[in-house]
């Protein structure tokens, strides 16, 4: 008799249940509830799936047929999208930020049959009547019919030679997961990603050792997010543990203390708060050369190099700092990988020194996440990491583009060919990036090809690299770079209220956020963090003036997506005053 493999499995349905029998008793999930921390084994997983997966069928959704989940990242939600897969269905994740519209666009467009969404409030978004195709609405927690009914019915009702039959039928190429764009440059698309999309990232993320078996990975991020998804589907193919985060934002740096991490996905936000928190009251010097002592040890070590006695001692005076960094992370944290948006190299570098690695990684909904990355045994500050793993290709062409080729990339827009044919040509997905390869194989991004700014002098600006460079300031929150057939750059700048409201108390400075931006002080220390950006461009690309708006961009007026990029045109409908007196 053969010994089962997480590898063998076909379909990524079926991961769950060759899961159970390759892990096991292993604790395969941990969630907090009533105050304390809870755990599922594998075998409790895959039981739990089956159920509701049976469920499902006894509730008409049929093979092939599009369910949709609208929810908060909880374990519930892995268990519903398992299910919907394991039932031969498609699942298509919306954030649970989302507004009616957009929840009732998806709906339609996707041809869902069902909604599983969080709770009644979730619900109330949608008008059964109005969605063509969606025949009802299943809760996971609240009054009404819920998936604890649906998978209460399965167990009663096993469907189990209906599932088998099912996954059986299903090819590696058949759609999965259909994951909405976000809709920056106009309506979502539905990219369609594979079974076999992501079994590739699977393979990929053992060869790269990312998740390894023995880690406790902690997730917060949203689940409609490619990049969740990964690493929902990466932790139960490798027998990692994975910690649903309790569904508090303001619990998140607390409960990596509790959950004590060895993998950490995240987006840049949560790595520049805790390396403000941390360095905070350091003056610049001396946080500069404990940062260099740091990375010399770390060096040395990871080199398997002798410490000079001199740079062991420096190290230890300064290590008291980067102990109390390790352990806000749990103190046990092997790894993390940023992605979605840029990270400055100065917090990068503080992070490697401090013993806590933040890698880097690049990719796209169209490639189910990943393009290139950084890892451990082969990094480069900067940039975004390299490639050539698992059969992954990614080349720059004539104009800059970043063009990527291999087993990762989606199966084009739902129900869209033309979009489709736009961006993917000749077996390459033209992602619409603008970057460089260095000699060694690294990718750096340069700007999007769609937000070439060209100034009336002719100029052609990526307006990314500046909006990086103040962004790396711990004081901007945004910055939108204005300037297309005009004689000059602009910006509209926001700040971060948790910096700014603590310092404006310190200078003695009296007023809410909105009156401490039109303080004289405030402009000032803008003034001095847009001239050091501008000190790394050439006169074309530098910010000649600016404006400071009186309160951050939000979701909720449509100038961020759901993963928190900018809609820059948006922004630029939204606050037009605003930058037609800055040409004033």
């Given at each position: 008799?053969s010994?089962p ?7 990524v ?15 395969a999930?941990?969630?907090r509830?009533d105050d304390?921390?809870?755990e599922?084994?594998f075998?409790?997983?895959a ?20 369910v ?12 519903a999208?398992l299910?919907?897969?394991?039932a031969g269905?498609?699942v ?10 957009e929840?009732a666009y998806?709906?339609?467009d ?19 009547d ?20 649906l998978a209460?019915?399965g ?13 059986a039928?299903q090819?590696?190429?058949d759609p ?21 999309n992501?079994l ?10 990312y ?9 917060f ?15 139960l193919y490798m027998?990692a543990?994975?910690a649903?985060y309790?569904?508090d934002?303001k619990r998140?740096?607390?409960e990596l203390a509790?959950?004590r991490?060895?993998?950490?996905p995240?987006?840049?936000r ?6 403000t ?6 003056p ?9 002592v740091?990375?010399?040890h770390?060096a040395?070590v ?15 005076q300064v290590?008291?700092v980067f ?12 790894q993390a990988l940023?992605?979605a ?7 990068l ?5 401090a ?13 189910t996440?990943?393009g290139?990355?950084n890892?451990?045994s082969?990094y ?7 490639f ?11 104009d800059?583009?970043?063009l990527?080729?291999?087993p ?9 060919p ?10 390459w997905?033209?992602?619409?990036d603008l ?8 990718v750096?991004?340069?700007?999007r090809?769609?937000d ?10 990526a307006?990314?690299?500046v909006?990086?460079q103040l ?14 057939r005009?004689p000059?750059?602009?910006?509209l700048?926001t700040?971060?209220p948790?910096?700014?409201l603590p310092?404006?108390?310190k200078q003695?400075?009296?007023?809410g956020y909105a009156?401490?931006?039109r ?5 000032t220390?803008v ?5 050091e ?8 690309s ?10 951050d961009l ?10 928190l990029?900018?809609k ?17």
């Amino acid at each position: 008799m053969s010994v089962p493999t997480v590898g063998s499995a076909r379909v990524v349905s079926e991961l769950p249940f060759v899961a159970a029998e390759v892990h096991r008793d292993r604790v395969a999930w941990r969630y907090r509830a009533d105050d304390s921390w809870h755990e599922k084994t594998f075998v409790e997983i895959a039981t739990s799936v089956g159920d509701l997966a049976s469920g499902l069928v006894l509730a008409g959704v049929g093979a092939g047929d599009r369910v949709a989940v609208l929810s908060e990242t909880r374990y519930e939600w892995s268990t519903a999208g398992l299910a919907i897969l394991a039932a031969g269905g498609v699942v298509v994740p919306i954030y649970a930020s989302s507004s009616p519209e957009e929840v009732a666009y998806i709906l339609g467009d996707s041809g869902a049959v069902l909604l599983v969404a969080e709770n009644p409030a979730q619900a109330a978004k949608v008008d059964v009547d109005s969605v063509e195709d969606l025949r009802g609405i299943v809760l996971i927690e609240g009054e009404g019919r819920t998936t604890a009914d649906l998978a209460a019915e399965g167990r009663a009702t096993p469907a189990a030679e209906e599932l088998e039959t099912r996954r059986a039928g299903q090819s590696p190429d058949d759609p999965s997961v259909i994951i909405y764009t976000s809709g920056t440059t106009g309506p979502p698309k539905g990219c369609v990603l594979t079974h076999r999309n992501w079994l590739a990232m699977c393979h990929l993320t053992e060869e790269l050792s990312y998740v390894v078996a023995d880690d406790t990975v902690y997730l917060f991020l949203p689940l409609a997010h490619v990049f969740a998804q990964i690493v929902q589907f990466s932790a139960l193919y490798m027998g990692a543990t994975l910690a649903f985060y309790g569904g508090d934002a303001k619990r998140i740096v607390p409960e990596l203390a509790e959950v004590r991490p060895t993998f950490l996905p995240s987006v840049p936000r949560i790595f520049e708060k805790i390396y403000t928190i941390a360095t905070a009251g350091i003056p610049a010097e001396q946080l500069q050369q404990a940062v260099g002592v740091g990375l010399k040890h770390r060096a040395l070590v990871e080199a398997g190099h002798p410490v000079p006695p001199e740079l062991a001692a420096a190290f230890a005076q300064v290590d008291a700092v980067f102990a109390r960094v390790r352990g806000v992370f749990g103190g046990r944290l092997r790894q993390a990988l940023s992605g979605a948006a840029p990270i400055s190299p100065e917090v990068l570098d503080f992070f490697l020194a401090a013993g806590v690695p933040v890698l880097e990684g690049y990719g796209m909904s169209e490639s189910t996440g990943v393009g290139t990355t950084n890892t451990l045994s082969r990094y480069r500050i900067g940039s975004v990491g390299a490639f050539g793993v698992g059969g992954l290709d990614v080349r720059i062409a004539e104009d800059g583009e970043i063009l990527m080729s291999g087993p990762h990339l989606f199966a084009g827009y739902w129900r869209n060919p033309e979009a489709t044919a736009e961006v993917l040509r000749d077996g390459w997905l033209h992602t619409g990036d603008l970057g460089e390869i260095d000699e060694d194989g690294f990718v750096r991004i340069t700007g999007r090809k769609k937000d070439i700014i060209i100034t009336a002098g002719g100029k052609n600006i990526a307006p990314a690299n500046v909006e990086n460079q103040l962004r790396q300031s711990r004081w901007i929150s945004h910055a939108v770079v204005f300037g297309d057939r005009r004689p000059y750059l602009v910006a509209l700048i926001t700040l971060d209220p948790e910096e700014l409201l603590p310092w404006a108390e310190k200078q003695g400075i009296v007023g809410g956020y909105a009156d401490l931006v039109r303080h004289p002080d405030v402009v000032t220390l803008v003034q001095g963090i847009v001239d050091e950006a501008n000190s790394h461009f050439v006169k074309d690309s530098q910010i000649r003036r600016f404006a400071i708006l009186d309160r951050d961009l939000s979701q909720e007026d449509g100038e961020l997506t759901p993963t928190l990029k900018v809609k820059r045109k948006v922004v630029h409908t939204v606050h037009e005053g605003l930058y037609q007196e800055l040409y004033s």
